[in-house]
């Protein structure tokens, strides 16, 4: 671990809650995932265990009832709400005529009404392409940014962001988790031209300030994170296997530390260090804090499993990896890496 990497963490420790007899339900974080088709059920699932595993207090799970039906059976520890809906058939469509359910504003709306019970918002998991569910989805992340809630977007909504900036553009509290070819193809939507950066942070860079300053986390063999200002390089080791899925619990264990970073901010214990930890520093911290976490459950996982490592491998490790990383946030920082 390089000194730059070991100083980072040791800021990112500081926003992990102590576990205190004085917290109660629902104080170290709430986090809604949106996702979720018929088609795709493990990825919303993988991203909110990963959430819960790391220390969330509640994980919820936005869906459609399809895919509710079948991601209950996965665990009875989330919170499963089947309020998403997927366009019906053309020909229904159109014999039928638009019902309330086809309606993206009707749809968004009741996802709208839970976000008071959140912190935190995960948007992308097993969410597909259908127009309605993106349609949706636009509608809750705007509704998320005038609450000034932390959203994560992943996967098939950085599909939204490729076709309208604008739905993230200049929202300081929005982290985007794009994979290279993700990453390209903003880049292309955009048409920013990152072939000339000289340096390896430089692509991310000029992408964050290119959205106003939004934080990136381009993932890859290092995890480059970046707000156009600040950059933080993650580069701690990681797993060889590259398994579909490994994102969600990035997505998750993000989501996690920003709901621990709203906890610090409402000063639920005391910081000893000083000067306080900047809300606005604290996003990148939570995203060097995710990507840490999901790499060496990478690490841990494909020691065990090598070539046969899948995505819920890295979920059984996220407890394992928070120790190796952190130890227990009680004092006994012996045990911790750092």
């Not at 100083?7 to 500081?14: A, E, I, M, Q």
């Not at 933080?232 to 990681?238: N, R, T, Y």
């Amino acid at each position: 671990m390089s000194a730059t990497t070991k100083n980072v963490l040791g800021k990112v420790r500081r926003m992990i809650p102590p576990m205190l007899d004085t917290f109660h339900k629902g104080q170290l974080g709430r986090v809604g995932v949106i996702g979720g088709s018929e088609d795709y059920t493990g990825a919303p699932y993988f991203s909110a265990m990963a959430s819960a595993r790391l220390g969330c207090d509640m994980s919820h799970v936005i869906c459609t009832p399809a895919a509710a039906a079948v991601i209950k059976t996965y665990s009875p520890n989330l919170m499963v709400h089947p309020l998403m809906r997927q366009s019906p058939p053309q020909k229904q469509s159109s014999a039928e005529g638009k019902d309330s359910d086809s309606d993206p504003d009707h749809v968004a709306n009741r996802i709208i009404d839970m976000l008071g019970r959140l912190h935190v918002l995960v948007v992308g998991p097993g969410l597909g392409r259908d127009p309605l569910m993106q349609a949706t989805v636009s509608r809750v992340i705007r509704a998320a940014r005038d609450s000034e809630m932390p959203v994560v977007l992943d996967a098939d909504a950085l599909q939204l962001v490729q076709n309208d900036p604008d739905v993230v553009r200049g929202y300081k509290y929005a982290v985007l988790t794009p994979n290279v070819v993700e990453f390209k193809r903003l880049c292309d939507a955009l048409k920013i031209d990152v072939g000339q950066q000289s340096s390896e942070t430089g692509k991310v860079e000029t992408l964050a300030k290119e959205l106003g300053g939004v934080t990136i986390i381009q993932k890859g063999y290092k995890d480059f994170i970046s707000n156009g200002k600040v950059t933080l390089v993650s580069d701690l080791e990681g797993g060889k296997k590259r398994s579909g899925g490994q994102g969600d619990t990035l997505t998750g264990t993000v989501a996690t530390f920003l709901g621990w970073r709203k906890a610090y901010l409402d000063g639920l214990w005391k910081d000893r260090e000083q000067p306080a930890l900047d809300a606005d520093e604290m996003m990148g911290l939570a995203a060097f804090g995710g990507s840490a976490v999901t790499r060496e459950c990478s690490r841990l996982a494909f020691l065990k499993k090598g070539r046969s490592l899948q995505a819920s491998d890295l979920t059984d490790e996220v407890h394992s990896a928070f120790m190796a990383l952190f130890g227990e946030v009680d004092g006994e920082a012996d045990a911790a890496r750092l």
